[in-house]
């Protein structure tokens, strides 16, 4: 019975670790518009209109109501995938998200899927790895994660497209061509992201990892002579878990961000760019949609990590 | 080893940001000035070639740093500052205003800070949207580290005795507390440098930065990614430049928290 009831606790501590994030960023993108001068009447207005025109135009969007209902009807519009029309077009910002998703959600994932491995295989070679290139692993762990994704990207396209000439150094993908059928294109935005990515989480892990290492049951195994695979999957993989899976949350945020600078250095047509020409051109509609979608992402990325805590928790979850 | 190690690694960063702020004043080479064809490669007179508006690589790089510099400084000290002061508090004292401002700063952790900086920069000019960022994302880990090191530190041999002299709890922070953990304190300082470092850089490179004649690291990276193929060192330059910025400062932020 009591144990029924932790678990309850558990999964209701679950659900409202995942929509804290955004319920509170959902605020915050709301209140973006308002702190702007002028709202969206004066953009429509082309700056021409009039006073009594610019009232009609205020009406006809809603914008005289209080601000508590206006949050209320944005945020459902938002919940039902309705999030409006873009200032800019004119087209509606669900369609203009649409097409965006396919070229990020695959350069987000190929970063993800390079990303993962990499920062496992540094944070425990930094840790366990032949002793003298400890050091060298530190310190390129360090470097990478101090490096500016910008500088990355420079020295990369100078590296592989004009020193080696593997790819070509931008990515600009014709319109309507999935973005996965020219891996090519993809090798220097998908690096870009990873590396940093890697090297940031690996930095952080590196602590879990040599914490992990120096329990007693890991000393235990190595005493008992098991070989380091068996040790690294069998002892320290679990006692890491929660920690790399929170990191791999918050670094996995990081790399959806991220895509917005790669996505405008490499010219593709991502949901990044969409995002910062759409600032550019004070699109509220689809800055909002665009920064709402990234959050609900971080809080699902964060959910899905704090199940994993739980699950691999040898108390059984409950008891925490 | 220790004490030399940290001195290298002072006078690497140190000889950095003297370069990232001086070096305009430094080479006396004017960085807006058409000098040659556009991406002109190097040659006589100009050591890295030319950019894309045929404007001298190397004038632009020594005065690239400047601003960037400045900002990255100053948004970290605001952050560190931000966050030790309320580490400070949130270690010391035990009321339920720190758990509430500690959940508060776990919620901003989660939050992509680059994510947070764009949403800035549409309510702010570009500068201002730097330094939001980075006290967002950084004063909250800063909070954690410094609370952690001071909810320790209030039951040492050396708090307790300041205590039992009598002093008042305010000055026991700063005249006991805040100097043993200088050391932390120096390396967390360099962690939220190169954060914000980084900001400026990936904001600068969207085209917030510094209007367009202006020599800025972020900005020439990509002005001259085009250009690869006739000038690289126009985009090499500016590259090494801002990873040499970031990464001597970890670097020394590295050994200070190594540092027993």
Redesign the interface.
């Known amino acids: 019975m009591a144990a029924d009831r932790a678990r309850l606790g558990g999964v209701l501590r679950l659900i409202v670790r995942a929509g ?2 955004p319920a ?2 959902s605020v ?2 709301f209140l ?1 518009a308002e ?2 001068p002028g709202d969206s009447a004066v953009v429509l207005g082309g700056g021409r209109a009039t006073d009594e025109q610019l009232a009609r135009l205020r009406a006809a969007a809603g914008l005289d109501r209080p601000l508590a209902e206006r949050y209320a009807d944005w945020l459902a519009g938002m919940l039902s995938g309705e999030p409006g029309h873009s200032l800019l077009t004119g087209r509606p910002v669900a369609e203009l998200i649409g097409g965006r998703i396919p070229v990020t959600l695959t350069l987000a994932g190929a970063a993800l899927a390079l990303a993962v491995p990499l920062m496992a295989l540094l944070a425990w070679s930094a840790v366990r790895g032949p002793r003298p290139l400890r050091p060298v692993i530190t310190g390129l762990v ?2 990478g ?11 990369l ?2 590296l592989l ?2 020193g080696w000439r593997l790819v070509p ?2 990515s600009l993908l014709p319109v309507g061509v999935p973005a996965w059928s020219r891996p090519d294109l993809l090798v220097l935005p998908v690096l870009t992201l990873a590396l940093p990515a890697a090297a940031y989480g690996a930095a952080l892990l590196r602590g879990a990892v040599a914490d992990a290492v120096s329990r007693p049951f890991v000393r235990d195994a190595d005493l008992r002579g098991m070989s380091a695979t068996a040790v690294a999957l069998r002892y320290v993989l679990p006692a890491v878990a929660p920690a790399a899976a929170r990191l791999l ?2 670094v996995g ?2 790399l ?3 895509t ?2 790669v996505e ?2 490499f010219g593709l047509a991502g949901l990044g760019e969409l ?2 020409s759409a ?2 051109g ?1 699109d ?1 509609p689809v ?1 909002q949609a665009v ?1 709402m979608l ?2 609900v992402v ?1 809080g699902a990325g ?1 959910t899905a990590a704090d199940a994993v805590a739980w699950a691999v928790d040898p108390r059984g979850g409950a008891a925490r | 080893m220790r004490a030399f190690r940290t001195r290298a690694a002072a006078l690497a960063a140190g000889c950095v940001l003297v370069i990232a702020l001086g070096g305009e004043a430094l080479a006396g080479r004017d960085p807006i000035r058409t000098v040659a064809v556009p991406w002109a490669a190097a040659g006589p007179g100009l050591p890295l070639g030319a950019d894309a508006l045929g404007r001298d690589v190397l004038a632009r790089v020594l005065a690239g740093g400047r601003e960037l510099t400045l900002l990255a400084l100053a948004a970290a000290a605001a952050a560190c500052a931000l966050g030790v002061a309320g580490g400070l508090w949130a270690g010391w004292s035990r009321s339920r205003a720190v758990r509430t401002v500690t959940a508060l700063s776990d ?1 901003l ?7 947070v900086a ?2 800035a ?3 702010l000019p570009g500068p201002s949207a730097v330094v939001a960022g980075t006290v967002l994302g950084g004063a909250p880990l800063t909070l954690r580290v410094v609370a952690d090191a001071t909810a320790q530190a209030r039951h040492a041999g050396y708090v307790e005795v300041a205590l039992a002299r009598g002093e008042r709890g305010l000055s026991v922070l700063c005249r006991e507390v805040l100097p043993a953990h200088a050391g932390l304190i120096g390396a967390d300082l360099g962690q939220r440098t ?1 954060l914000a ?2 900001l400026t ?2 904001l600068n ?4 930065g510094p209007p367009p004649p202006a020599p800025d690291w ?1 900005a020439m ?2 002005e001259n ?2 250009g ?2 006739l000038n ?1 060192a126009a ?2 330059a ?3 430049a ?2 040499l910025l ?2 001597t ?3 020394l932020s ?1 050994v200070l928290a190594a540092r027993p």
């Not at chain 1, 994660?145 to 020295?155: G, K």
């Open positions: 804290a994030p509170c960023a915050v993108i973006l702190a702007l360090v470097g994660a101090a490096l500016p994704q910008v500088a990355l990207a420079a020295l396209v100078a497209s004009a150094p931008v949350a918050v945020g990081g959806v961000a991220g917005a600078v405008t250095l995002l910062v600032i550019g004070r509220l800055v920064a990234a959050t971080v964060l | 919620l952790l989660v939050l992509p800070l680059l994510l764009m949403l920069v549409v309510v190169v470092v980084q850089a990936a490179v969207l085209g917030f972020a990276l990509r990614l085009p690869i193929g690289p985009l090499l500016p590259a090494v801002l990873a970031a990464g400062v970890a670097g590295h």
